[in-house]
């Protein structure tokens, strides 16, 4: 009997581990039918389409949520200053896409509440909506921020690693 239950637990620990080694290489594209936006708008569509470039079928739940940005900074500049970049994210529908092969969805931006980039990510008290996002020119992307592993801090702390996709740029004029 004793034989048996490690069995089991030897082929579930396989099962897992090859779950959570599943190779991860796929690209982000974001589309938006206008540059110009108009904040008060209920309905702004964001089309996202994600390319599975693995040699296996990648299973979009792997990724959790996408997070896009309006933000005056390009991507790969970290905007510094309060209001100059705002994140808002959203569940990934769930899919198994094949390799090389592709998967579309779309999100209303209008729909989703919004906060300042560089506020604390754990709080909801500085949500706010999309009207209230300020007026100008900014770009628009898209990312997935993916947990990798942990790397030693200080003492016996152990810090989060990310690996971050970013999609391609989009510039846009708020009015």
């Known amino acids: ?46 089309q996202v389409k994600i390319t599975n470039n693995a040699k296996q079928p990648l299973r979009t739940n792997a990724l959790y949520n996408i997070h896009f940005y309006f933000s005056k900074c390009p991507i790969g500049t970290r905007c510094t200053e309060a209001e100059d970049a705002f994140v808002a994210d959203s569940r990934i529908p769930s899919k198994e896409v094949a390799r090389f092969d592709s998967f579309e969805f779309e999100i209303n931006l209008a729909g989703l509440s919004w906060k300042d980039a560089n506020a604390n990510p754990n709080s909801m008290d500085d949500l706010r909506p999309f009207s209230s996002m300020p007026a100008g020119n900014i770009y628009f992307y898209a990312a997935v921020k993916r947990l990798q592993g942990y790397r030693p801090g200080n003492g016996n702390a152990k810090l989060p690693v990310y690996k971050i996709v970013n999609s391609n740029m989009i510039g846009v004029t708020f009015g």
């Open 1 to 46: 009997m004793r034989l048996l239950i490690y069995a089991i637990l030897c082929v579930l620990t396989v099962n897992v581990s090859f779950v959570f080694a599943q190779e991860l290489d796929y690209e982000i594209e974001v589309f938006l039918s206008e540059s110009a936006i108009t904040r008060e708008s209920g309905e702004i569509p964001a």
